[in-house]
């Protein structure tokens, strides 16, 4: 049994066979962990510390999160599992520019602390506190959740799956405030999606969810989790280890150069080797576990002309959603949680993180002993002008990029007119190696390791877990689960769906692996059913209303 790629879905499959009697073959071509994992600072420790823990971006884990969290609850560490090492964050700061305090958003609430009605008073509450945003703005926003969370598989698989968030939400008409509060700021900066393209049926659902989070909706968990330690100690490090005494055989630094097929089926798995030498691996069962960019490319034509509906998958789209470390010389614990600068040229994101690593003691444990805190930063605009350079983020220089994003930074992070940051803070800071930056003038940078964004009518081009080839199966977060958005619950979600496929075509006997759906509240069932029969005579969801600002006689 062979599993491609070493991130979340490819060590989901790995561990569901594993469990269940099969003897598993890892193939990974970079580091266990994908996009997930944490990256050591190369030569930056000292006197016996670990080097400085970098990352392609921070993890942060919504209550809505079920399957990866119960993956995770199966882990064993010290002391329990690896879910005991998620810990909830209390407070989410919405920071403005121009001089303008931000909203802090309290969070701290615990599950099932509010019903859909409830979840959506309390958020137009707080969005008529915001300043910039008027009543009307605010509750046609609150309509459009409500829609959203109303509306059957129906609406939700056809109409919403062909609706941009854009035309959804009457982005293109409204004012600027509402475009980034609402419309651009929570699709751009969480998801990295742009609301122009992005399909409600991703987006929607996501909003819907991630917002009765933060206002205490969420029934199983906290809204927001973060690990307490870098991911790769607290989580994707002991997944390794208990993935090994389970009998998995990781071959890392090892690429799938392509499958060799006959009589239908995939036969075998040509692997380059660290020292470029090529092998072939044989198997009866084979699960393709990369990500959508190098998906057709490691399947290769052999396969894609068995199955050429994998060959969509190139037509799906990506983008970027990466990050800067900043390694500060105090601790800066900002808020407890996460920052979204809303007004950001280049739709920042960033999290304090050293506050939520328990236990640990920067100085001691990591770098020359003077670092005391990670400032960690998420970019999602690559195409946007930056006030400080002028230029996009894609045609920076490494340099000029972390001076702009600092830049950003400074401009939003103020409260009562004072700056909360300061460049003598800043230690040293780490970029993301996937990115490659231009080392000429007019040179754009280029990233190996985008991220896939749910566009408006791509569902038909997701490939589905089981196909053509009845040996081999999709997992990954561009597979069409019940979660269609970029995130490491889908990958979850999509191992799984993976495996239960594979089980069935062997006729296995082993239990099916539980796919946790999304679980909506029980009041919503009958509202639910009742749109799917209003869909069907073609009709729009009961409580669908047009814009304020676009009706008629509205100038």
């Not at 305090?101 to 969005?127: F, K």
């Not at 035309?167 to 980034?180: I, V």
Request: hydrophobic share 40%; charged share 20%.
């Amino acid at each position: 049994m062979v599993v491609i790629g070493g991130g979340p879905a490819g060590l989901t499959s790995a561990m569901e066979l594993a469990e269940r009697g099969f003897e598993v073959t890892v193939v990974e071509a970079r580091a266990l962990g994908g996009k997930a994992r944490s990256i050591p600072v190369p030569g930056t420790g000292s006197g016996g510390r670990r080097d400085l823990p970098g990352e392609h971006g921070f993890r942060f884990f919504p209550g809505f999160y079920r399957n990866v969290t119960e993956t995770m609850a199966r882990i064993p560490a010290p002391g329990g599992c690896v879910a005991d090492r998620l810990v909830p964050t209390t407070q989410m700061l919405y920071a403005r520019d121009g001089g303008r305090d931000g909203v802090v958003v309290d969070i701290s609430g615990g599950p099932g602390q509010r019903n859909l009605e409830a979840t959506l008073r309390a958020m137009g509450h707080l969005m008529a506190r915001t300043p910039g945003l008027s009543s009307e703005e605010s509750a046609h926003f609150a309509n459009r959740l409500l829609v959203c969370a109303t509306s059957g598989p129906a609406r939700r698989d056809g109409e919403f799956e062909n609706t941009s968030w854009w035309d959804f939400t009457a982005g293109a008409s409204a004012s600027e405030e509402y475009r980034r509060l609402c419309v651009i700021g929570p699709t751009r900066t969480l998801v990295a999606a742009k609301a122009e393209v992005a399909s409600v049926a991703s987006i929607g659902r996501t909003q819907v969810e991630f917002w009765a989070g933060l206002l205490g909706g969420t029934r199983h968990a906290e809204a927001d989790r973060v690990l307490d330690a870098p991911t790769t100690e607290a989580w994707i490090g002991p997944w390794a280890a208990h993935l090994v005494a389970l009998g998995v055989r990781f071959l890392v630094g090892h690429r799938v150069t392509r499958l060799r097929t006959a009589n239908g089926a995939v036969r075998a798995a040509a692997v380059r080797t660290p020292s470029g030498a090529v092998r072939e691996i044989e198997a009866d069962w084979f699960v393709c576990a990369v990500p959508a960019e190098a998906a057709v490319r490691t399947l290769g034509p052999e396969v894609c002309e068995l199955d050429e509906d994998l060959a969509g998958i190139d037509r799906l789209e990506t983008d970027w959603m990466t990050g800067v470390q900043f390694f500060l010389r105090e601790r800066t614990p900002l808020v407890h949680g996460h920052v979204i600068h809303i007004d950001s040229p280049w739709a920042l994101t960033s999290i304090a993180q050293a506050q939520f690593w328990s236990g640990i003691d920067m100085p001691e444990r990591y770098g020359d002993g003077t670092v005391r805190d990670c400032l960690s930063v998420d970019v999602s605009a690559w195409d946007v002008p930056g006030p400080l350079t002028g230029k996009t983020a894609r045609a920076c220089t490494r340099e000029e990029a972390v001076r702009e994003v600092w830049h950003q930074l400074e401009g939003s992070l103020r409260h009562d007119g004072r700056g909360l940051l300061s460049r003598d803070l800043v230690h040293s800071c780490f970029t993301d190696p996937a990115i490659r930056w231009p080392t000429e003038p007019g040179g754009l940078a280029h990233n190996t390791e985008p991220l896939l964004i749910s566009t408006a009518g791509s569902r038909r081009w997701r490939p589905k877990s089981a196909g053509k080839v009845p040996n081999l199966f999709q997992a990954g977060d561009h597979v069409d689960v019940d979660l269609n958005l970029a995130t490491m619950e889908a990958a979850d979600q999509s191992a799984r769906a993976a495996v239960n496929a594979l089980l069935a075509t062997a006729g296995s006997t082993a239990a099916p692996c539980a796919v946790l759906g999304w679980e909506q509240p029980a009041e919503l069932a009958r509202l639910q059913r009742l749109d799917d029969e209003l869909y069907a005579a073609g009709l729009p969801n009961a409580f669908d209303r047009p814009a304020p600002w676009q009706r008629p006689g509205r100038e």
